[in-house]
Nanobody
């Protein structure tokens, strides 16, 4: 299994970034995909996910600003991040798993993350 996130960088507050995560080693279309982030000194937290049936879920603190999508033909999941804030600064990771209702069960694998830095 491989999950390779990319697209991070330095952006000013109010700006946008789109993260991508290319997956391999499993049947992509059968799985939910979710994005986590880890800010300096903080624990990793779930921020958004998308089911195998294209239903998206968001934590309240990103709802309306971040949008998750997937392209099964490209084995890729995306995270469009708008209206970025300095507190969005973190390393962002994509994961695979399953949803039961609105609860995400993450498989025990962490791929390489991508760093997003939002300057004020």
């Amino acid at each position: 299994v491989q999950l390779q996130a990319s697209g991070g960088g330095l952006v000013q507050a109010g700006g946008s970034l789109r993260l991508s995560c290319v997956a391999s080693g499993f049947t992509f279309s059968n799985y939910a995909l979710a994005w986590y982030r880890q800010a300096p000194g903080e624990q990793r937290e779930l921020i958004a996910g998308i089911t195998s049936g294209d239903l998206s879920h968001y934590k309240d603190f990103v709802k309306g600003r971040f949008f998750v999508s997937r392209d099964n033909a490209k084995n890729t999941v995306y995270l469009q991040m708008n209206s970025l804030k300095p507190e969005d600064t973190a390393v962002y990771y994509c994961t695979k798993g399953h949803y039961r209702g609105s609860y995400y069960y993450r498989d025990n694998y962490w791929g390489q993350g991508t760093l997003v830095t939002v300057s004020s």
